[in-house]
C-alpha cells in the first residue's frame, strides 16, 4: 500500500470500516539507509525443508562507503526467523562488519496505522442516504484488534469495535472514512531488514544475505499406473512447492531435503495484518539429481526456476516404466480386545487387505531414495480408461528397501476368524485353538497370507497350514486358496505369561 503526499485522502479498507488517511508528510525514518531490492540480487538460492521451513541465500550488490553505513533490504520473506539472519561480504569478508541488524514488519496496513493512533485524533466522515455528509471528530481511544494469550502461550488476534472520544462524549464502532492528519512512525510498505554496517574497504561489495523462514514446504506424489496383471507399473514422481513465506524468489538454485531434521525450537509465525501468517520406452534423465548430505538425503534442480508467493509449483521428480510389482492379499484382524495382558480378536467377518509390493532397487529401474509422500494407484479397464484403486501414504524408503501398498480390501475374498476352544493349563498356561476361514469368490485361485499376533511365551503345538515366525510376537500363513473355493485354517497354540 503506498501512500503518497497530497492534500486529497488515499482509500483504504479496514474490515467493515472505509479508512481515508490523509498522509500529510512523509513517512519518518530514523537513519537515512541505502535501500536494495529484490532488482540488486545476482542469485537466489532456496534450501526447502519438507518440514514447512526453509534456508534463503541471496546475493545482492551494494556501494558502501568507508566507515558507518545503514542498508535496508526489501523483498524478503514476511515469515523469516530474525534469529538466524547472517550477512557477509563475499568481496571483503574481513572488511565489513555487522554492528546492527533489524527486522521490521510494521506494514501499512489500516489495522496496524489505526494502532498505532490510538491518542490521536480522527476524523470519520460518513456519507448519508440524501448524500450529505456528516462528519465525526475524536479522540481513538483503542486499537482496532488485540493479541490475546492463553494460559498455554498461544497467542491470537481478537478483532473489536473502536472507541472514540469525542466533545459530546463517547461513541462506539464510529462508521465510515477515517481521516488522519500524518502517518504514524516507524511503519514500512515491506518487511525489511535493516543492517548497520563498518566498513574498512570503500566500493561496490558483493554480499550474502541468508535466513530461515517459515512458510516453505513440499512434499512428494507419486502417481503408479499397473498393466492388468499388476504384475508391473510406470511409476511417476512429483515434487509439489508450496511457498506462503511472504516473498518471490526469481530465477533461484533449488534444493530439497528429504528427512527429519530435529529442530530445538519451532519459530513462532510472525503477527503481520493483524493476522497469523504462521511402457517399453526409457524413460527421460530425471531435472532432479540426488546425494546423501549428512544423515539426509538432496535433491538439487538442474536448472532455476521462479518460487513466486502463494504459488503451489510441481516438478517432476523421475519416472520409472516397467516396475516390477507384487500383489498381495492379507488378512491380518485388528487387536480389538485386550484382556489379561493378551491381544484378542473380534470374531466377525474381516476384510482381506490388498496390498502392492515394489523393491526400490536399480534391477526395478528405481534405486534413488525415495522420499516420504502419498502414492496414488490408477489401472485401466476393459476400454483403455484410466481408473483409480486406491492410495496409500510411503515413509522416507532408503534404496533396496521394499514398500507395501494398502490400495483397498477385496470385493471377492472373505475371511472369518473365531476362537474354537480354551484350556487353562495352569497359573501361568493356557492353551488356545483357533479356526480362520477364507473363501475365494474368484474365477482364479489366489494366495492369502493370514498374519497373528500373540503376546507373552508362545508356540504353536499343531497347524494345519505351515507357519512362519516373522518377529517375537507375529507369525503368519500362506493359504492357497482354490478359485471358487474354501479353505478352514486351524491352529492350536500355547500361551506362557
Known sequence: MNFAQSSRPARVAFGLLNCAVAASMALPTPVLAELVTASD?????????????????????????EGINYLRFQDVAAMIDPTSVSFESLTAPNAVVVREQNYQYDLMDPDTILSKSVGKNVKFKQVLANGQIQELSGVLLNPPAATVSDTSGNTSIHHQGLVLKTAEGIVLNPAGQAE????????????????KLEAAKAGKHQTEIGYQTGGLNWRCDYVAVTNAEDTQADLTSWVTLDNKSGATYKNASLKLLAGDVHRAQEVAP???????????????????????????????????????????KQLSLFNANNVPTKKLFVFEPEVRVIYGGYGGYGGDTQKVKVKLEVENSEAN????????????????????????????????????????????????????????????????????????????HKDSAVTITAVEHQWGQWKILESSQPFTKKDSHTFEFAVKVPARGEVKLTFDIEVKS
Not at 427 to 434: E, L
Open 180 to 195: 488522519l492528519a500524518e502517518l504514524p512512525a516507524g511503519l514500512v510498505s515491506k518487511p525489511s531488514l535493516l543492517w
Open 270 to 312: 510472525m503477527l503481520l495484518k493483524g493476522r497469523m501468517i504462521g511402457a517399453t520406452a526409457a524413460a527421460p534423465a530425471p531435472q532432479f539429481t540426488e546425494s546423501a548430505f549428512a544423515e539426509y538425503h538432496l535433491y538439487s534442480l538442474q536448472n532455476k526456476t521462479d518460487v513466486n508467493q502463494n504459488e503451489t
Open 365 to 440: 529401474h528405481l534405486g534413488m531414495p525415495m522420499p516420504k509422500g502419498k502414492v496414488r494407484v490408477y489401472k485401466r479397464d476393459q476400454d483403455g480408461a484410466l481408473q483409480f484403486i486406491g492410495e496409500d501414504m510411503i515413509d522416507h524408503t532408503p534404496r533396496d528397501e521394499k514398500i507395501r501398498l494398502y490400495i483397498g480390501d477385496a470385493f471377492d475374498l472373505v475371511a472369518e476368524r473365531k476362537q474354537t476352544n480354551y484350556q487353562r493349563v495352569s497359573d501361568r498356561v493356557q492353551r488356545m485353538s483357533y479356526e480362520i476361514d477364507l473363501r475365494n
Open 41 to 65: 540480487s545476482h542469485g537466489v538460492s532456496l534450501t526447502i525443508y519438507n518440514q514447512n521451513f526453509g534456508l534463503v541465500k541471496d546475493v545482492r550488490s551494494v556501494e558502501l562507503k
